[in-house]
């Protein structure tokens, strides 16, 4: 067990559409980041946020947003959707002495 | 940005069987952490290790980091190794940064 884990598992949306996945990491794990793996490729960082302020970023468009909550959840969002968006993303949170856990993942498939 | 290559990209091997997979980054790092992806994509971490040994029963790794390498050592495979290794150097504000990884095969 992680501690970090992600809704929802899979899901289904239109190119154009809207589209929000979240992410709960331990109390205490002040950092959280964000990443999208595509098939058969090392996960990409998309942005990392620390106590509710974004603190780095990838190279990614300004359609990938995301929120940080008090209670260790986040949240990324993706606007206007495109095929090459299908992707695992996977969210994971800084632990003791620098150890990063992962959640399991949300598979976004884009039609 | 850093730049990671994982060697070798494919590995097949009987159960029982030892094995070294090996990480090459371009710069210097502060941190450098190993996971295990099994194959329903969940990212284990197996070790956060930017310098020297750590060992996790059967599973050990070393980085020379003034070297800008880092060595994972599998012993005594098992089927339940099988999966794609990755390393991943950084973690600060720029993000891990991923390699390609290094696709597993434990054979019975």
């Known amino acids: 067990e992680t501690g970090v884990t992600q809704s929802p598992t899979h899901l289904i949306k239109t190119r154009g559409q809207q589209v929000t996945l979240r992410c709960s990491s331990q109390?205490?794990?002040?950092?959280v980041s964000w990443y999208q793996q595509a098939l058969g490729q090392g996960p990409q960082f998309i942005f990392q946020?620390?106590?509710?302020?974004?603190?780095g970023r990838g190279n990614f468009p300004p359609r990938f947003s995301g929120l940080q909550f008090p209670n260790y959840s986040s949240e990324l969002n993706v606007n206007a959707l495109e095929l090459d968006d299908s992707a695992l993303y996977l969210c994971?949170?800084?632990?003791?002495?620098?150890?990063?856990?992962f959640g399991e993942g949300s598979w976004l498939t884009v039609v | 940005g850093i730049q990671v290559e994982q060697s070798p990209p494919d590995l097949i091997l009987q159960e029982g069987a030892n094995s070294t997979l090996r990480c090459n980054f371009s710069?210097?790092?502060?941190?450098l952490q190993w996971f295990h992806q099994n194959p329903w994509g969940q990212l284990i971490n197996l070790f956060y290790?930017?310098?020297g040994t750590k060992q996790n029963g059967r599973l050990s790794a070393t980085t020379v980091a003034t070297e800008r390498y880092s060595l994972l050592y599998i012993s005594s495979s098992q089927t339940t190794d099988s999966g794609v290794y990755f390393c991943?150097?950084?973690?600060?504000?720029?993000?891990?940064?991923f390699g390609k990884g290094t696709h597993l095969i434990i054979q019975p």
């Open positions: 994971a949170s800084r632990g003791q002495g620098n150890t990063i856990y």
């Open positions: 109390s205490g794990h002040n950092t």
């Open positions: 946020y620390y106590r509710e302020e974004e603190n």
């Open positions: 710069d210097s790092v502060n941190n």
């Open positions: 290790i930017p310098s």
């Open positions: 991943a150097p950084g973690g600060g504000a720029d993000g891990l940064t």
